[in-house]
């Protein structure tokens, strides 16, 4: 391991004064600050195996040096995160991206470095070298069942990895769609789609969940079989109780309300997962919280209602990933950085004070609504997070870490300039 604990130590012995004096400054005006603490200390946020790496785009990639090349130096730079941060404490793979061979053998290196396997992702959205069938016209949803047929395959061996490995979850996000009107019939690609999850659902472990991902559009352009959070809470309620929707950030069509979708379906009981990301325009898969931070911290705010009032844990209750991957910056810091926003609008949603805004909303007080919302949101909460951190062990300021100790210049050492092949 590039990054021992004595390091952490050092870095923090330096941070800790000033560190000390914030936390005692905002420690004052909170409640129970022990058991804010106890809830971000608990929250953890999957790592995608392929944000490990830099993304591209459809006009070219700048790799850097030192990325992982193999499975086991994904599960490294995780294992490398989560010292920093104690907060990214799991991997998710994405067959065939990533093969574990031999999973005992993955299994060991997951727990020495002290991670577990979130959940796994099938793909039948790139045709693979051995291929029968190609999906050029879709997967699950296609007109001809052979086709179907061999993406159902795809999905069953990725449950059996799964299962080897010791995930509770698989993620189905189906490029499946149209380009142009009269390509497809849409009742008959959602019937298609339904019928093909239906045989994926039956093996489905009992103690396993389906997380049914949607997307507004890309790659295609006219339509998409799985489009919205309608059609997947549709997908969803037909297949049943282990059958869930998850909603990734930047799947909308421009400014969608995500904090309503996000309330509704635990309102139905039928939000399953997350992916993380920020965007602009799109599924720009920028980092979590660095263009709409507000509407992030509003997202939290539902989440925390709803997951409440079901009686949900906050840490376990939904699965928690970043689906975030970008060309510019180390991915590594990339990551920190998501992990950071997302623990920050966590944290300003816990502050919330709920039982004042629900008495301005039962007045019409909007204008009181609208202060008790930002008056959480515009608290610097970093002291808490950071407390948090220091408390179970990590850094105080993990991106700033990464760069004194210069790891990635240490992974360099170690690995080369060997790159992967990364995710969409
Ligand atoms: C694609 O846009 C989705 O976000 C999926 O989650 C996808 O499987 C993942 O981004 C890997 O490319
Ligand atoms: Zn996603
Ligand atoms: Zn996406
Ligand atoms: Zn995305």
Known sequence: MILDQQLIEKHNNKLEKKHNRAFEFISQDIDDVEELIAKLQKFQIGIPSWALGTGGTRFG??????????????????????????????????????????????????????????????????????????????????????????????????????K????????????????????????????????????????????????????????????????????SLLLANKLGPKAYTLVDLGHHLPNANIEQI????????????????????????????????????????????????????????????????????????DLLQSVEAIKIAYAQALLIDRVALKAAQQANDVVKSQEILQDAFRTDVRPLVAESRLRSGAALNPVLLFEEEKLRDKLIAERGLRTIATGL
């Open 164 to 231: 080897a490995l010791g995930s509770k979850a698989l993620t189905v996000w189906l490029a499946d769609g149209s380009s142009f009107p009269g390509q497809l019939n849409f009742r008959e690609a959602f019937q298609n789609t339904l019928s093909s999850l239906q045989e994926i659902y039956k093996h489905l472990p009992e103690d396993w969940k389906l997380f049914i991902e949607y997307k507004a559009f890309e790659p295609y352009f006219y339509s998409m079989t799985i489009g919205d959070w309608g059609q």
């Open 262 to 333: 996000v309330s509704l379906l635990l309102m139905e009981g039928k939000l399953g997962g997350f992916h993380f990301n920020d965007s602009k325009y799109a599924d720009d898969d920028l980092t979590a919280g660095s263009i709409k931070p507000y509407q992030l911290f509003l997202i939290f705010n539902e989440l925390i209602d709803g997951m409440d009032l079901n009686g949900m844990e906050h840490a376990t209750g939904l699965g928690w990933m970043i689906d975030a991957s970008h060309n510019l910056k180390d991915p590594l810091v």
């Open 61 to 162: 990639r700048f790799s850097g040096p030192g990325e992982p090349g193999s499975l086991e130096q994904k599960f490294e730079d995780v294992g490398l995160l989560h010292a920093l941060n104690k907060s990214s404490g799991a991997i998710s793979l994405h067959i065939p991206w990533d093969i574990p061979e031999d999973t005992a053998k993955m299994k060991e290196l997951a727990r020495s470095l002290n991670i577990t396997f979130d959940a796994v992702n099938s793909n039948t959205f790139q045709d693979q070298p051995q291929q029968e069938h190609s999906y050029k016209y879709g997967s699950l949803h296609h007109v001809d069942p052979k086709v179907r047929k061999q993406a159902i395959d795809h999905n069953i061996e990725v449950i059996n990895y799964g």
